[in-house]
């Protein structure tokens, strides 16, 4: 396994954390991306936490929070590291990829469950990969097989 202990649970958007929906209302706004949140398929709460090894945890965040809110368009990732302010972002299905970290060439070097997502993020310049950790549990695998099932829906 990977730095990281990880576990998912399957969850209404309504009981998102207020600061994570805060940020997920202010990121919508901010894009006017209009009743995006009206065809969802799917919200999940991703928790990942630093495995101590040796005396130190090393370096990255000692505990990840995330909401990640997934609808027949599009992909909301709010992430909060650490007890910090959470940070939303959006992404069109119609132009990401998705693979699967333990079915990637990388999982051979670096153990570990979930998923990378590859496209421009709403409002970004660039195209560029973010990693979104499941835990190896239900929620995980079915959060997988439906944002992958969504992704080829939406390039139809």
Known sequence: MGDYNRSTRELKLETLSPAMSAALKDHIEQYNLGDVLADE??????????????LFAGPGPKAMKMGVVLTKRWLFEIRAADNEAPYARSLRLADIVVEDHEKSAFARMVPDTGVHITGQATGATESGTSFIGLGKDASGEKFKEMLIRAVQEAKK
């Open 41 to 54: 398929l799917m919200c999940i709460e991703a928790t990942s936490e630093k495995i101590k090894k040796g």
